[in-house]
């Protein structure tokens, strides 16, 4: 388990390390004259050359990336363009924000659409054909259209919620939690169609597997047989959806937060794209796949847990 | 079922497209999906001939406009024509999700095929690569890409389409990572074809179909992210998209709701037409398999026919040491086109105290059917259509599933015929050993382990403590045969059913088996039904058998009476099929009686 856990982590920290120079490379490699854009064209030659020196624009590509990496590693991503604000403060203040949004969707997600998976795929008949259709249909539709029509509903016509904005939980639970609603549900819909399917589909797979029928030869329960066995067998290939949608969320974060104005890091990484701040994106690029690594390897510990035989290799 | 190892044949060649269209065609929600895609790529070509107005210009009384009026849908924010700009919009839109599609397919279908079936050092590369573009959000990439290609949306569809390019490798390599190790494909390298005419005769006919079928998700996706960048308003604002539609809707969503609603309803039902035809063409693929599970529970299963022959006798107990007589039993499966097939007509057997019962006949002959119709552990869809099944008095064909499982493990125990795929993976054998005894007789978790592990010394185990805390994949398949044997014996039943126990044994092991099976037979006095189709096995342990064929118990009668005078044409079938002294051209065997030593067992 502890060689298994460090390949996994050498796994991921490689990752990184291709992601973060391949993202560098692409981002700063850009055509465009960085230092004159950023300073206006009335700037003068003088001031645009003395700029880019400043950004540390002039130095060849590599040396770049490794004084980045030196600094990375020490928790220092730069400061950004605009602001002239650490990125890794930047980042800070907003991933509590994106992390609730996607964690609170992904469980809740986890939790409904186990439930209509395992549903659909014991009771079968015309409740498996209902939840198939509306988990097609809800994996077809872009989340954001979803929330479109929740904002519709709910903010516009209904009135029930304030069509966007966000409150810190710091400043009252409550509207926080009233303003994380319409976000978590568009996130939700489409990740519980998405998963639910998957599980129907896993959990039939292990209904038909023979040891089930020979666990209900010595006189196990319905409920013992599927609660208990094919479940178990079941949640392998059901973690390994979550994450993918877990992916998927953060993605889909990025127009969501946008829409309910919840600054988080998909709104930032929006923001930080029309303004050109090339240091921020790096940032949340590095920043998003450190969250997917981790809970990559988070689904590989469970998943040995759950698999006896991964446990052993 | 089958006893032999399934062949390995090429796909149907004939005309495997023909086919997937024509089931295509049958599903009502694909074929309406198809029209409605045809519709909308018909609009985009045809735009100018459907409507007079351009969609780039802007008249100021036209502003937010209602329907109607010269204008189908009104104007938007600048005054431009709501229905044109949907109509040239769709030709961006589909445009777009064409490049992104082509460049998925290709990039990720070429290095998919390549690392599928050469390997190697490409194959870890590419890998590698996918699992770096799978890890990372789309959305992320693409702003971190526009903020460096500027706002092209084609140079972001031919981005995204890298980066959907990881699925399709995926799905390629898996696929023809299968096929090449099929025997058509061996036989075709061994007959001298070169390896680009293996890829072009048999890997892509097969990689085909699960491209397509991505193809439809991949162009849904697609046309999702493009919009939802032009609704970020991070899209090329100069040309008309949908996108950039919602976008201008969503920002005057209190002056004019209608606004928003197009554009809207267009995607959604592009993108649910995409993924439902997809999804239509997966279904049509597995037809066989889809079409069974939707009709699952429109069988009458339990439904027991009253006026079938046996209904209305009284269990005549003509020997009190009758455990199990089965009356008349028919079963039957529903068929996806609503009717039933009934494999088992109406067969009757009994079973008595101590003694062991051969049920013989080759495979699809009905016998292992009867043998789950008793315990009532038929599969999917299958049910009992006729005929009683008398345990003690008591008809299991009409008990309910909640008194069944108070007798299956109990009364009745069940040995199967594959040791390692009927224990189930994720528990180790103590704690599947234990359940069944905690429930039927009532011990607690130390005294059920303690009787597990005498059972699993019982049954021959070695170091059954040992064994007792493995996971099942730790034991080989003869030990597993034994855990299953322990476990059927548990809670002591009164009639043990065994279908095949030894088929899928070494030949060392089976004879084991068989011993232990008579061993066991006779410390607790158990009836036995065994489900064979094997001549040796019989004339080793049954004491009666009969002889089944195609859902009919052709003949019956002691195992000495079959062996010395059989009648029916097709018992000697079955015994000419067996390895005789003639035959074999080895004199040592033994010629086939009741006690005939056991290498009859392994003769299979």
Known sequence: ??????????????????????????????????????????????????????????????????????????????????????????????????????????????????TLGVWAAVR?????????????????????????????????????????????????????????????????????????????????????????????????????????????????????????????LLGGAVIIEQMFAVPGLGSLSVSSTVQGDIPVIMGVVVVVAIIVIVVNVIIDIAHGWLNPKARVS | MSDLPPIALPPDTRSPDASLAQRLLRDPLGLVSLVFLGVVVLAAVFAPLLTSHDPGVAVLQDVLGDPGDGHLLGGDSAGRDVFARLLYGSRFSLLGAALALAV????????????????KWFDTLASGAAAVLMALPGMVVLLAARSVIGSSAWWAMAIFGILLSASVFRLVRQTVQSVRNELYVDAARVAGLSDLRIIFRH??????????????????????IQAGLEFLGLGDMSIPTWGSMLNDGFSRIYQ?????????????LVCLALTLVANALRDALESTSSRRRAVTLAVPVD????????????????????????????????????????IVHGIDLDVRRGEVVGLIGES????????????????????????????????????????????????????PQEP??????????????????????????????????????????????????????QVSGGMAQRVLIAGAISCEPELLIADEPTTALDVTVQADILDLLRDLQDDFDMGVLLVTHNFGVVADLCDRVAVMREGHIVERGSTRDIFVAHEHPYTTQLFDAILTPENTRHPYQAPYLPTAPRTEASTS
């Open chain 1, 1 to 114: 388990m502890v060689t298994f856990l460090a390949r996994r982590l050498l796994t991921g920290i490689a990752m990184l390390l291709v992601i973060s120079a391949l993202a560098f490379v692409l981002l700063y490699l850009t055509g465009t004259d960085i230092a004159r854009s950023l300073l206006g064209d009335n700037a003068s030659e003088a001031a645009v050359a003395l700029r880019a020196q400043q950004l540390g624009l002039d130095d060849p590509l590599l040396s770049r990336y490794a004084d980045w990496l030196g600094g990375a590693v020490q928790g220092d991503l730069g400061t950004s363009w605009f602001s002239g604000a650490p990125v890794i403060d930047v980042l800070g203040s907003r991933l509590g924000v994106t992390l609730s949004l996607v964690v609170i969707s992904t469980l809740i997600s986890a939790v409904v659409a186990t």
């Open chain 1, 124 to 248: 079968r008949g015309w409740v498996d054909r209902v939840v198939q259709f509306v988990s097609l249909g809800g994996a077809a539709v872009p989340n954001y259209l979803i929330a479109l029509g929740l904002v519709t509903l709910f903010a516009i016509n209904l009135g029930w919620f304030a069509p966007t904005g966000y409150t810190r939980p710091e400043d009252s639970i409550g509207k926080w939690a009233a303003s994380i609603t319409l976000p978590v549900l568009a996130l939700t819909i489409g990740c519980i169609a998405g998963t639910a399917q998957q599980v129907r589909s896993a959990m039939i797979d292990a209904l038909r597997q023979d040891y089930v029928r020979t666990l209900r030869s010595r006189g196990l329960s319905q409920r013992s047989v599927i609660y208990k066995h094919v479940l178990r067998n079941a949640a392998g290939p059901g973690l390994s959806v979550l994450a993918l949608q877990f992916v998927g």
């Open chain 2, 104 to 119: 998925a397919v290709l990039v990720g279908g070429v290095s998919g095929l390549v690392a599928g079936y050469f390997g």
């Open chain 2, 203 to 224: 890997v892509l006919r097969v990689v085909r179909a699960p491209i397509i079928i991505q193809a439809g998700f991949i162009a849904s996706v697609a046309i999702a």
């Open chain 2, 256 to 268: 004019q709701p209608l606004l928003i609603l197009w554009p809207s309803l267009t995607i959604a």
């Open chain 2, 303 to 342: 439904t027991v026919d009253e006026t079938s022959p046996a209904a209305g006798t009284a269990p005549t107990a003509d020997d009190d040491r009758t455990v199990l007589r089965v009356e008349g039993l028919r079963v039957g499966y529903a068929m996806p086109d609503g009717s039933t097939k009934e």
């Open chain 2, 364 to 415: 699809g002959s009905g016998k292992t059917q009867s043998a789950f119709a008793v315990m009532k552990l038929l599969p999917e869809g299958g049910g009992i259509l006729g005929g009683r099944v008398l345990w003690k008095g008591r008809d299991l064909a009409r008990l309910s599933e909640r008194d069944m499982t108070r007798i299956r493990g109990k009364e009745i125990a069940y040995v």
């Open chain 2, 420 to 473: 390692m795929s009927n224990l189930d993976p994720s528990f180790t054998i103590g704690t599947q050993l234990v359940e069944p005894m905690r429930i039927h007789l009532g011990l607690n978790r130390a005294q059920a382990r303690t009787r597990a592990i005498e059972l699993l010394g019982r049954v021959g185990i070695q170091n059954p403590e040992r064994v007792f805390r493995s996971h099942p994949h």
